[in-house]
C-alpha cells in the first residue's frame, strides 16, 4: 500500500508542474527557435549560391550551394540549412562530378558588419572544412568567396535571394 500511495503522490506532483517545466532551457533553444521568436534578420530566408567557371555552361551546373537561413532581427549568429549542388566541387568536370555534390547539413554562423561566414564540412577530412564569405548583396547579386581550412582550394562565389 506505501508503495501505491508513492506512486500515486509523485503521478500527482508531475500532473501538477507547469507544461514550461518540460521545456528545453532558454540557453538551450536553437538559433531556428530563437530567430522564429523574434523579426526576422537582414539574412533570414532562402539563399542560391552559384559559382562563375567557364566549364560550367547552365544554371543548373553553377548551382554550388542552396541554403535556408534563420536569423533573427539583430542577431549576430544564425543557423544555416544548405545542399550543395555541382558548383561546389573544387575541379570542374563535365564528365563526373565530385563526392561534395548533393551533401546536405546545419551549420552555425557568424555574422559581422552584415557578413555572413559559415563552414561547409563537405569534406572527407573533417578537419579541412569549406569556409564560406557571403557579404550581403546590395542589389540582387552580392559576391563572395569559398576557401577550405588547409588552404589550396579557394573560388569567387555569387550569392542571391530567392523570390
Known amino acids: 500500500m506505501t508503495r501505491t500511495v508513492l506512486t500515486l503522490s509523485t503521478l500527482a506532483l508531475l500532473l501538477a508542474l507547469p507544461a514550461a517545466a518540460f521545456e528545453p532551457a ?15 534578420g537582414v539574412w533570414h530566408g532562402q539563399w542560391e549560391i552559384s559559382r562563375d567557371h567557364p566549364a560550367l555552361r547552365t544554371r543548373g551546373s553553377a548551382r554550388a550551394v542552396d541554403l535556408e537561413i534563420w536569423h533573427g532581427d539583430g542577431s ?4 544555416v540549412h544548405w545542399s550543395t549542388g555541382p558548383g561546389i566541387c573544387p575541379e570542374i568536370s563535365i ?12 551549420s ?10 559559415f563552414a561547409l564540412p563537405v569534406s572527407a577530412d573533417s578537419e579541412d572544412p569549406l569556409f564560406l564569405h557571403l557579404p550581403l548583396p546590395a542589389d540582387r ?5 569559398a576557401a577550405n581550412a588547409r588552404g589550396g582550394i579557394a573560388f569567387p562565389i555569387e550569392v542571391q535571394r530567392r523570390e
Do not use: F, K, N, T
Not at 549576430?76 to 543557423?79: I, V
Not at 552555425?108 to 561566414?117: K, M, N, Q, R, S
Open 76 to 79: 549576430s549568429s544564425a543557423q
Open 95 to 106: 564528365d563526373e562530378p565530385c563526392e561534395w555534390v548533393g551533401v546536405d547539413g546545419v
Open 141 to 145: 547579386v552580392g559576391r563572395g568567396a
Open 26 to 40: 532558454a540557453d538551450m533553444q536553437s538559433e531556428a527557435e530563437r530567430a522564429a521568436e523574434q523579426a526576422p
Open 108 to 117: 552555425e554562423a557568424g555574422i559581422v558588419d552584415g557578413h555572413l561566414y
